[in-house]
């Protein structure tokens, strides 16, 4: 963007604060785009006159970005499509790793719960996000709620696992012809999501979690092996690909 | 009406006026009102009555290229805007009267 050099950095992160604060809120992202451009402008020319941050935007942030948010409506649809988007998304990662395991089969409690899980981690999110903007924490407390914030989903999904296990409710057995075509309908997703969000980062991490497990078991190595040296491969594929793909943003 | 609320539609009024006699952007607005005498406000309070201020349809904006740094959004006012400003204008005279009024009657030694 031009300009943004000129910018002090407490202006600067105020502006990002302020554009999370406002997504948070499930806002639209041209109004956000929109009055953060407008307040851009004011704050450029403001510091060139000498003014301090606190002159135009007030002693608290925090009511200031809430005054702004309240003028703005929330706009469900792009929400809704951004909740699908992570469920669905996170839906196709369990699924391609179960469809190496044969046709697939769910129990009611394993699909809605892992809907409802998702929802959670969602708005559990946004309102660690809104949070973290609207009170100034030192960067180590940020780091531990986002630990939190990683672990608990982790947790829940363990968690319903082990209820899956326990209480019986009815299985969903998807047949041949079913898993075929819940696959094809996931790699077309994924595709569609990869083209729309113009990142290719979900396809490609999902392929270098499954597809060295996938070939070392074709092997005749001994087991241990196989797992060893497929997890290397996992995680040294998706170094690879993130080592490249910053090169690549930095130069365009 | 708390004080504020009060403040909020006085400068609603303000606002109104100062974009009837020029098409100003925000940064130029806020600093018209400070050499008013506003200068106690912090200056993004503006923004928020102006979004709402465009939401109702009181004003208009147009993005312009400025010689530094990104497109500036400007604001006009709408027929609607003017018709606001009008009734604020009536308004806030019969309140400056009737206030005048007390005033001189209520504080001044002669009376009673």
Redesign the interface.
């Known amino acids: 963007m031009p300009g943004k050099t000129e910018l002090s950095t407490k202006s600067r992160e105020f502006l990002e604060d302020l554009r999370v604060y406002l997504f948070s809120n499930g806002k639209n992202s041209d109004d956000i785009q929109d009055i953060v451009e407008e307040l851009e402008v004011h704050l450029m020319e403001a510091e060139k006159e000498g003014k301090s941050v606190e002159k135009i935007i007030g002693h608290s942030p925090k009511e200031y970005m809430e005054q702004l948010s309240n003028e703005l409506a929330a706009d469900y649809k792009s929400w809704f499509k951004y909740v699908m988007l992570i469920i669905l998304g996170s839906f196709s990662f369990s699924l391609a790793n179960d469809l190496f395991e044969g046709t697939l089969s769910y129990s009611v409690l394993e699909l809605i719960g892992h809907v409802v899980l998702g929802v959670i981690f969602i708005f559990g999110m946004l309102m660690t996000f809104k949070y973290i903007v609207g009170n100034k924490l030192s960067k180590w407390k940020e780091l531990s709620i986002f630990f939190v914030l990683g672990i608990i989903p982790i947790g829940l999904f363990v968690g319903l696992t082990y209820i899956n296990r326990a209480v019986e409710t009815p299985m969903i057995y998807f047949g041949t012809a079913g898993t075929i075509l819940t696959a094809v309908i996931t790699v077309v997703f994924l595709i569609a999501v990869s083209w729309w969000a113009k990142t290719w980062v979900l396809p490609i991490v999902l392929t270098m979690l499954l597809l060295p497990e996938y070939l070392f078991r074709l092997t005749a190595m001994v087991q241990e092996t196989q797992m060893i040296l497929s997890t290397v491969a996992s995680f040294g594929g998706i170094g690879v690909y993130m080592f490249i793909d910053s090169k690549m943003n930095k130069a365009s | 009406m708390s004080t504020t609320q009060m403040m909020k539609g006085i400068l609603d009024g303000c606002l109104l006026a100062i974009i009837k006699d020029k098409e100003v952007?925000?940064?130029e607005l806020?600093e018209r009102l400070e050499r008013y005498g506003f200068d106690a406000l912090?200056?993004?309070?503006i923004?928020?009555l102006l979004?709402?201020m465009q939401?109702e349809e009181l004003v208009t904006s147009t993005r312009k290229k400025?010689t530094?740094?990104?497109?500036?959004?400007y604001y006009s006012l709408t027929s609607k805007g003017e018709q606001e400003l009008d009734g604020f204008i009536r308004r806030w005279n019969d309140l400056q009267n009737n206030v005048n009024r007390i005033l001189e009657h209520e504080t001044s030694s002669d009376e009673f």
């Open positions: 952007y925000g940064y806020a912090s200056e993004g309070t923004y928020p979004m709402r939401k400025s530094a740094g990104p497109k500036r959004k």
